[in-house]
């Protein structure tokens, strides 16, 4: 295996573990925080239970997740540093504004909140709850600014072969940035309903704590309902904007070779990248061009006729991405969409009717499908970040041209080998720890 392979897959291993923690707490931050609003409402302390419960859940995800993303910052520099030379001066500015405005923010926020329940007035301790969501939501935003500028650059200019910043509001106001930004928080709240709506059907099941539970299960499912139905609605419009920005990652994630009017949307495909067809395909017919420019006739251009394209504007090169691995992420992706889609309405139907407990097929059904929504995040993620290949910076830098050029394949296996193993025991530990919580119970029923 390259170096380049090699350095791509350690930097996916570790930004995939640090994403599955980073989700969850974008979202719970919020349920937190509503939670919080409730108890303060309505001075019932089965609302306190209720989220000093989660609190405690939440405080393990964030830990871990502080934890995993600093090894990423490092390999910037340590795997990437042509790249970092490249694009340093722009990308290191929203990451910048993120640690002084947003993380170090919610860091302080935090330890106020675990450790002034009885310090301060409720109110108060309410407002540092919000402080938290809000500042949590708002790192997400500088952070998907300097990803947003890889995938659509904007507000640079190249200077003797360096990326310089021209336009701050530029990078702040990257169209891709809005699109990319609400869909991921919107994940953020899918991953943190269902998290809330497994881990209350498993006490329903065994019918303890009832009450509290009964509550949270509610609100993991308003929220979960919501979230989910969005999350289909704004990756509709993220993707219709790739038709504008990416089109040979939407090309891809299709498995369109050749330009069509109208062109059919692929269910199901057998494709061989070698020979740049499909072998076999299960296609609805027109169902891309509506997809895509809600048009029946609306021509959609196909993977050759951009390679083509991108020959002539960039040069000699392949800039076709792996489009088995994005064809199945994305069709993976909006399955399980479709199904969290279903599994929250029918819940929301027999809670409605007050039926739900009465149904334990349907709340195992909803504690079997919790890892379901981080797979959605994962194969989503996959998609966003090789589709852009072979671009490390869209149209600016090759992936290739960012690796930095005396590190040795050796040193990064072992590097790749240590990470994996100690994200492995952090995973194994953080798991193990929540598992111990969510057994352990909220405590005492409140009367």
Not at 74 to 102: H, K
Not at 135 to 144: G, H, K, P
Not at 294 to 319: I, T
Request: proline share 4%; with cysteine.
């Amino acid at each position: 295996m390259t170096v380049l392979n090699l350095a791509r897959l350690q930097f996916g291993i570790t930004l995939t573990y640090h994403f599955w923690f980073v989700v969850l707490t974008l979202g719970l931050s919020i349920l937190l925080a509503l939670m919080e609003t409730q108890y303060i409402r309505t001075g019932s302390k089965s609302y306190q239970v209720m989220v000093k419960f989660w609190g405690r859940l939440f405080l393990v995800n964030y830990a871990v997740g502080v934890v995993t993303g600093l090894v990423n910052e490092f390999q910037f520099g340590m795997n990437w540093s042509e790249y970092s030379r490249f694009a340093g001066g722009i990308f290191g500015i929203p990451v910048a504004f993120e640690a002084l405005t947003a993380f170090f923010v919610e860091s302080v926020a935090i330890g106020i909140w675990v450790y002034s329940w009885d310090k301060i007035s409720r109110r108060a301790h309410l407002a540092v709850i919000w402080l938290v969501a809000i500042s949590s939501n708002y790192s997400a935003f500088w952070i998907l600014a300097a990803n947003s500028f890889m995938q659509h650059p904007v507000g640079q200019i190249v200077i003797r072969g360096h990326a310089a910043l021209a336009d701050l509001a530029a990078l702040a106001m990257n169209p891709y940035l809005y699109f990319q930004y609400v869909h991921t928080t919107l994940a953020g709240l899918v991953v943190a309903g269902y998290f809330v709506m497994a881990v209350s059907a498993y006490y329903l099941l065994s019918q303890a704590h009832r009450e509290t539970f009964r509550r949270s299960f509610k609100i993991g499912l308003v929220c979960a309902l919501i979230a989910t139905n969005l999350a289909v609605v704004s990756g509709h419009f993220y993707n219709q904007y790739l038709a504008y920005a990416q089109p040979m990652k939407l090309a891809a994630s299709e498995a369109l070779w050749e330009t069509a009017a109208p062109a059919p949307f692929v269910i199901f495909a057998v494709i061989n990248q070698d020979d740049s067809r499909n072998i076999y395909q299960l296609a609805l017919p027109a169902g891309l061009s509506v997809l895509a420019f809600n048009r029946l006739d609306a021509p959609v251009k196909g993977m050759n006729a951009l390679q083509g394209e991108y020959v002539k504007l960039y040069g000699p090169g392949y800039y076709i991405p792996a489009v088995t691995t994005l064809f199945w992420s994305f069709r993976v992706m909006v399955g399980i969409g479709l199904w969290l889609v279903f599994l929250t309405a029918i819940n929301f139907w027999y809670w409605w009717k007050n039926q739900l407990e009465a149904h334990p097929a349907l709340l195992k059904a909803t504690i079997w499908s919790l890892p379901l929504p981080y797979v959605a995040i994962t194969m989503g993620w996959a998609m966003t970040e090789m589709g852009r290949q072979p671009w490390l910076v869209y149209g600016l830098l090759l992936t290739e041209k960012g690796i930095s050029p005396i590190v040795p394949a050796a040193n990064v296996w072992v590097s790749l080998i240590l990470y994996a193993a100690v994200y492995t025991c952090i995973a194994l530990a953080a798991l193990f720890i929540a598992h111990k919580i969510i057994l352990g119970g909220p405590g005492e029923e409140p009367r």
